[in-house]
Structures are given as C-alpha cells and as structure tokens.
C-alpha cells in the first residue's frame, strides 16, 4: 500500500457493511453444509436397516392368572362329591326262626312259550326272508335222485359242492350226444338238469355256462350272480342256443371260431376265475384247427391243467362228469383228476 492510500481516511460504514456480508455468507454456508452432512447421515441410516438383520430379542411376558373364586369352587366340589356313590348296605337279613309269614304262590305261566330259542334258526329264518330260497338244488345220479343241501350248497348230477363261483362245461360233439342217448341221459336231459339246479342258487352265487366241441360258447363273457332275470336268460340261452344234436349253431353267441380246441376252452374257463368248474364229456378232446381231429394226448391235458392251477390265484375244484368213456381215457381222465383238479371227484354216467 502506497503512503497516499495510507493517509487516505477510513470508510468505517462500507467497513462494517463488508463484515457484515461476509458473516451472512458463513451462515447461510454453515446452515447447508449441516443440512447436506444431516441428509447424508439419514440417508445412510436408512440404507443400512436393508442390509443389517436385526437382532432377536426375547423378552417374557408375565403369566396373568385370575383367581378362582371361593364361592364358586365350593359349590363345583360339593357337586362332584354329590356324584359318588351312594354307601349300601350289603349285608344279608337272615332269620333262623320259621314264622307265619310266607310268599304268595306264582302265577300259572304256559310253558310251550318259555321253550329256549336256538339263535342259528332265528339267523336262517332272516336270511331266507331275504334271499329266498338259498342254494336249494338238485341233481339226478345213477338211477335215482340226489337232493341238494340247504343253504349249504347244491347238488349237480349227483355231485355235491359249495362253491360261490360255479362255471359248466358241456361237451357237445356228436360222439358226447350219442353215448348220453346210450346211457339215458340225453342232452336234453342233462339240460334240464342244470335249469332246475340254476333255480336253487342263492342270489350271492355266481354262473357261468359254456359248450364246446371244435368251436366253443359261453353263456356270458363273466361270472353272473343268481339272479331271478340272469337265471331267465340262462333258461332261454338253453332253449335257443343249447346244441342237443352234436352240432352248435353258427351264430351262437359269444362264439369262438376257428376250432380252437379244448385246451384253449381251459385257457378261457380258468379266465372267468371260477371256485368250480364241471365238465360233462367222454374225454375224447379234440387238439384243435388243422389237427384233422386228432385227439389230444394225456400228457398234454396234464400238463396244460398243472400250469393253469399253478398260475391261479386259488386252486380251481375240476368235477369230472363222463359220459359213454372208452376204458383207456376213463382211466387216463381219473390219473389227471388225481393229479390237477384240486379234490374234485371223477363220475361217470352209465
């Protein structure tokens, strides 16, 4: 600063002015820079609550229990005081002194409805209310007539069983016909036979029928229950489709074509899983279609029966019923019974 500047007479007012100003800045500057400072504080606090977890805290409540009141406890306890029982006397009132009292004579009671009851006829009696006639049959044996057991069973051609799943077999070739006219026991017969034996099945037995010769036919392609309609389209199956002269109807149906032969009859009755199956034939089975009539060997039957029985579930009862036999295949047919048909018995109708 030059001497003359220096002689120069201060501006005290513009001074103050000056000082003023500048100190009016340094708050304004001071006041933003605490609100930037207090922003980023907040701003980094909040940020922070999204990446710090915060930490469990336990903390016990006090268990607030109000309690009972007196009064009303009391009466609760005389009322479970009230339900125990009773004290009783036990004791025997004896007198060894004979007196004039005496009681008064009991009343006459008829005896004939005091008889006790017997629980097993009360059952029947209930069951055959119900279900009607169950399981009443019959069946014709050698020169006279076996009757079917009641409620038990039933009894075909003199065979009896108690089976819930019965399947028949008719052999109805032309050679079967013959010996069952020889032997008096026509086709017609022996159909007549299996009506009156459908008509004492229970309702919970299930049927099924089947003939074969080269070709053969069930009634239905399953076990049908006992039914009175099912039983009215068996006898009607009968009457129209039932082949008595040795030869089955060409459009019988159900029928399998092709002359599959009797081993495949056995693959179709084992099928249908039935508890029994008859078969009524001489046991001159046929092998089947470009065999020209060639009869199956035993050994053959034998091994087809053992790995149908071994394949079932349950062993399937075969009843044997022979009709007009040569002695070489009754006596190979009962080798086979022994072996294959689960306790079925061996019959023959002469």
């Known amino acids: 600063m030059t001497p003359a500047a220096m002689l120069q007479p201060v501006d005290r007012k513009a001074l103050r002015s000056a000082r003023l100003k500048k100190l009016a800045w340094t708050v304004v500057i001071l006041v933003v820079l605490l609100h930037v400072g207090a ?25 607030l229990r109000m309690p009972a009141k007196e009064r009303e406890n009391r009466m609760n306890m005389a009322e479970f005081d009230a339900l125990a029982p ?6 025997k009132l004896q007198a060894l002194k004979p007196t004039a009292f005496s009681l008064p004579e009991l009343p006459k009671i008829p005896m004939d409805q005091m008889l006790p009851l017997d629980p097993s006829a009360i059952v029947s009696d209930q069951v055959s209310s119900m279900v009607g006639a169950a399981a009443v049959g019959s069946g014709i044996g050698q020169g006279g007539s076996g009757g079917g057991g009641t409620g038990t069973g039933f009894s075909f051609l003199g065979i009896q069983t108690t089976a819930k799943r019965i399947l028949i077999l008719y052999d109805v070739s032309a050679s079967v016909v013959t010996a069952a006219n020889r032997a008096g026991y026509s086709m017609e017969k022996i159909r007549d036979e299996t009506k009156t034996m459908l008509a004492g099945l229970g309702v919970n037995t299930r049927f ?21 309609p099912n039983r ?113 018995r061996f019959r023959q109708l002469k």
């Open 208 to 228: 099924d029928l089947g003939q074969f010769a080269r070709n053969y036919a069930f009634f239905s392609p399953e076990m049908l229950p006992a039914s009175d």
């Open 86 to 91: 009773k004290p009783s006397f036990n004791d």
């Open 39 to 63: 922003g980023l504080v907040a701003g980094a606090l909040v940020v922070a609550r999204y990446f710090m977890k915060p930490e469990a805290t336990f903390q016990a409540s006090k268990d």
């Open 232 to 344: 009215q389209s068996a006898n009607a199956w009968f009457d129209e489709w039932f082949a008595t002269d040795g030869a089955m109807k060409q459009s019988t149906p159900n029928m399998a074509r092709g002359s599959p032969g009797f081993i495949e009859v056995l693959h179709a009755a084992f099928k249908l899983n039935p508890d029994v199956i008859f078969v009524i034939s001489d046991a001159s089975f046929e092998r089947g279609s470009g065999s020209s009539g060639a009869q199956i060997p035993f050994p053959e039957l034998d091994d087809a029966l053992r790995d149908l029985q071994k394949a079932s579930p349950t062993p399937v009862q075969i009843h044997f019923v022979g009709v007009g036999m040569k002695p070489a295949n009754e006596k190979e047919m009962r080798r086979v019974m022994a072996k294959h048909s689960a306790g079925g």
